[in-house]
């Protein structure tokens, strides 16, 4: 009887261990990082990793807020963590300090700038994008084109891409007030495409022949990073490594140009 009792202990010690191990992993923030490596990976981290993943895209400074407060054991950002942290404590003084966060790189993608193929501009300069994406030139024509209204497509407040595109292109300042702001980056260049005045703020790898990349002097690379708070677990290490063999050489980085 009492082999039998110690062997029922020895199992449900083992469905207990089991059921802890399998608390997935969760990576909340950039849908960049999400869509160019989490998500098409994501079979592959799980195995190479042995965790399961819990994967959210809510932009890069949401997710370093579920980092800070405990919803999220991985914050993906795609902009570096100094950018980012600067931004979010400019709305709320000291909310993030960087001291506290571990930020480890994976990847990097090339930022473009996406118009539809019926658009007669085909390349702008640094300084000329700038004034498009800042609403200082709000039609075509000022810069060349047609006679047709300029909708900026871009990621929410937040997103890393957007972010980086402000910070280097834009010196700190935020994109035209009147930008379409899509929740998810995906759908960038899917609404650029439906709108002949158009131009989208997307990653390079997104661009297919829906669209025409709009040629410019400026280039900007974006990192994909992983965030952590303090010391990480074991699990939290062994994701970080699996999702980094997907980030080192980034298609797009191979194939620009």
Same mark, same amino acid.
């Not at 029922?8 to 469905?15: K, R």
């Not at 700038?113 to 609403?135: E, T």
């Given at each position: 009887m009492s082999r039998i009792f110690s062997l /029922?202990?020895?199992?449900? =010690?083992?469905?207990f261990s089991w059921a802890a191990s399998a608390e997935p992993i969760s990576l909340h923030g950039s849908t960049t990082v999400?869509?160019?490596l989490v998500l098409p990976n994501k079979a592959e981290i799980e195995a190479a990793s042995g965790q399961q993943l819990e994967i959210v895209g809510n932009g890069s400074q949401r997710g370093l807020a579920d980092l800070l407060s405990g919803k999220a054991q991985i914050a993906m950002i795609s902009a570096s963590l100094e !950018?980012?942290?600067n931004k979010v404590n400019e709305k709320s003084a000291d909310l993030i300090s960087p001291g506290r966060l571990n930020a480890h790189a994976v990847g990097e993608a090339r930022v473009a700038?996406?118009?539809?193929? %019926?658009?007669?501009?085909? %390349?702008? %300069? =640094? /300084?000329? !994008? /700038?004034?498009?994406? %800042? =609403?200082k030139v709000q039609?075509? *024509?000022e810069v060349g084109g047609p006679d047709l209204p300029i909708m900026v497509v871009t990621a929410q407040p937040g997103d890393g891409l957007r972010t980086m595109v402000e910070g280097r292109l834009l010196n700190g300042d935020s994109v035209s007030k009147d $930008? *379409? $702001?899509?929740?998810? $980056?995906?759908?960038?260049a899917k609404v650029v495409a439906q709108v002949p005045g158009a131009i989208g703020i997307v990653a390079a790898a997104s661009i297919d022949a829906s669209v025409v990349r709009l040629a410019t002097d400026v280039e900007i690379v974006q990192p994909l990073i992983l965030v952590t708070l303090g010391p990480?677990?074991?699990?939290? *290490?062994r994701v970080i490594d699996a999702v980094a063999k997907f980030g080192k050489f980034p298609k797009q980085s191979r194939n620009d140009g």
């Open positions: /029922a202990i020895l199992v449900i =010690g083992t469905l999400m869509n160019m !950018l980012e942290v700038f996406a118009v539809h193929p %019926s658009n007669s501009v085909k %390349s702008l %300069s =640094g /300084a000329q !994008l /700038a004034d498009v994406l %800042s =609403g039609n075509w *024509r $930008a *379409r $702001a899509m929740t998810n $980056a995906t759908q960038i990480e677990t074991q699990e939290v *290490r």
